[in-house]
Structure formats: structure tokens, C-alpha cells
């Protein structure tokens, strides 16, 4: 079976659940750097890979396909190796969820109206923070009640040794880009939810912060690492920064 080809920077945090789970699943691949920030901007042939000149972008075996959630779906269907998505339909519909959650509502909130806006802009809007804030408190309250009802995203044994799952590694992405740059959301009981959730995934499984270190490399400024729209960072990237990937 022919190795799989993922396109994308890897500051992004779209590509690179792509590539924790292309690790879990144990598979070989090879990354081609796509710098969406570039000076001469997008490249035309990459555009033949994914039309809206996002990232990433994923081909194997002549088989092309763009929007992580798609990616990591067929990482997990397409080869051997421990299962990614719960065997159970309630439990694949909540795995659902709550990537469609995180990507929808969480990851413009949190990165790009609080995170970016606070610690980049000069001076910063309050307004956008305060509804960054607002939302992001309803966000992280839903995780906290979804946490209560048990092992809603992963499905794993007690003992942490079963593999994590899209759910998982959508989280975990998000959460350590939130949790590093985020300071104004340290007062929020659900973040204490999120890093909790993040931590039980590292416990006892060390593979994971083996996993981390390699995929994440050096880490270019936060306005780089939080995917802006297409033709780079500009005054309104927020409003399409939560567009699906």
C-alpha cells in the first residue's frame, strides 16, 4: 500500500491532529510543508489539492481528500492498527460532536477573539474578548458536563491504555494552544475541566508526550499557529477563523 502524502505548516493545529493520528494508527507518511503565510502566498498547484487553499490536504494512493474530520475518519478506516472512533453508535455521535463543537464554536472564541486578540493586537478589543469569553464559558461548561457523564470521547479502558480518539486529539490540540496563550480564560472552571481531560490522556501513556514533542517542532507566533483565513493574518481574519477544516 502506497505511503499517504499530508499537506500543511507544521504550526498548524488542524494538520497536526492529522498527524497524532496518522501516529496513533501507527502509519508512515510523508509531510510536505505548505506555508500559507508564505510571500508569494499560495501555491496555484496546491489548489488542485484543496480548492479553498486551507490546510491540510491528504492524498493516498490517488485517493485526495481535504477537512481534517474527513482525514482522520479514513486514517482510522483505511489501515490496520487501533481503532480511533468508538465502536458504539452513541459514542461515534458524541465523538462527533464534540470535534464539531470545538471546531464551530470553540476555536475562534478561544484562539482568535480572546488569545490573539489580548496578547497580539494593540490596542486589543474588549468587546471581541468579552464575547470570546461569553462563548467560550459556554463552551467549556458543555465539556465540563459532557466529562461528568464518563469516557464520552475517548471510550477507553479505566486504565488509559486504549488508544484516544478524534475527539481526543481535536481537544488536545486546542487545548494546549488555548492553555498556553489564554491567560484571560485562567478563571473559568471549565478550563480546569479541558486540561484535566488533556492530562488524563498523558498520564499513563507516555507515547503521547513522545507524540507531542516530535509533531510539534519549533512554534512560530501564535498568530501563525492558529490557521487564519486564506492570504494570512489581517484585521478580519476572526470572522472566518472557525470556518470547518
Not at 74 to 103: C, H, K, N, S
Request: one cysteine or more; glycine letters at 10%; charged letters at 25%.
Amino acid at each position: 500500500m502506497a505511503k499517504p502524502t499530508l499537506y500543511g505548516a507544521d504550526y498548524s493545529v488542524y494538520v497536526r491532529i492529522a498527524r497524532m493520528a496518522l501516529r496513533e494508527k501507527g502509519v508512515d507518511y510523508e509531510l510536505v510543508p505548505l506555508d500559507i503565510f508564505a510571500a508569494d502566498g499560495i501555491p496555484a498547484w496546491y489548489l488542485e489539492h484543496h480548492p479553498f487553499g486551507r490546510i491540510p490536504a491528504f492524498e493516498h494512493d490517488g485517493f485526495r481528500l481535504f477537512e481534517t474530520g474527513a482525514i482522520t475518519r479514513y486514517v482510522d478506516e483505511a489501515f490496520d492498527g487501533p481503532a480511533l472512533q468508538p465502536a458504539d453508535a452513541r459514542g461515534r455521535a458524541r465523538m462527533i460532536q464534540i470535534t464539531g463543537m470545538l471546531d464551530a464554536y470553540g476555536y475562534r472564541a478561544m484562539v482568535w477573539d480572546v488569545a490573539v486578540e489580548r496578547l497580539e493586537k494593540v490596542p486589543p478589543d474588549e468587546a471581541l474578548i468579552a464575547g470570546g469569553l461569553s462563548q467560550a464559558e459556554t463552551v467549556l461548561k458543555v465539556l465540563t458536563s459532557l466529562k461528568a457523564q464518563g469516557p464520552v470521547a475517548a471510550r477507553r479502558p479505566v486504565d488509559v491504555g486504549g488508544p484516544a480518539c478524534g475527539a481526543d486529539h481535536c481537544l488536545f490540540r486546542q487545548s494546549r494552544g488555548r492553555t498556553r496563550s489564554a491567560g484571560a480564560l485562567c478563571g473559568y472552571p471549565g478550563l480546569v475541566c479541558a486540561n484535566s481531560w488533556t492530562a488524563e490522556l498523558c498520564a499513563d501513556r507516555k507515547a503521547w508526550l513522545i507524540r507531542i514533542r516530535t509533531v510539534e517542532g519549533q512554534r512560530p507566533p501564535l498568530s501563525c499557529r492558529t490557521s487564519p483565513p486564506l492570504g494570512g493574518r489581517s484585521d478580519g481574519a476572526s470572522a472566518f477563523a472557525n470556518l470547518p477544516r
